[in-house]
Nanobody, 121 residues
Framework: QVQLVESGGGLVQPGGSLRLSCAAS????????MGWYRQAPGKERELVAS???????NYADSVKGRFTISRDNSKNTVNLQMNSLKPEDTAVYYC???????????????WGQGTQVNVSS
């Protein structure tokens, strides 16, 4: 079984910062892309940022210059540093990883349980 466990959500004032962390554990042969998605009430889930195994990154236009994604391949973790937060960043943030559980299986998508981020004064 593969699990993604997130931490770091909470309430922050506009202009503030939060750091989200996600750790993958269980039966893991290799991990390709890791990333963060978010879903606000009444909206579809959207990509926030992703990072490939080699380190190349991709960001939603709305967070470029404010958010930074990073990963530690030795620990199977991915982090999202969120600065200059805005009320429109309020959402449930989900960790995602494309994981190959064993040599005999192909890559599959896994999701964390979600962590709430509220940006409000």
């Amino acid at each position: 079984q593969v699990q993604l466990v997130e931490s770091g959500g909470g309430l922050v004032q506009p202009g503030g910062s939060l750091r989200l962390s996600c750790a993958a554990s269980g039966s893991i042969f290799s991990i390709d892309t890791m990333g963060w998605y978010r879903q606000a009430p009444g909206k579809e889930r959207e990509l926030v940022a992703s990072i490939a195994n080699g380190g190349s990154t991709n960001y939603a236009d709305s967070v470029k210059g404010r958010f930074t994604i990073s990963r530690d391949n030795s620990k199977n973790t991915v982090n999202l540093q969120m600065n200059s937060l805005k009320p429109e960043d309020t959402a449930v943030y989900y960790c995602h990883a494309n994981i190959r559980p064993s040599y005999f299986l192909t890559y599959m998508n896994y999701w964390g349980q979600g962590t709430q981020v509220n940006v409000s004064s």
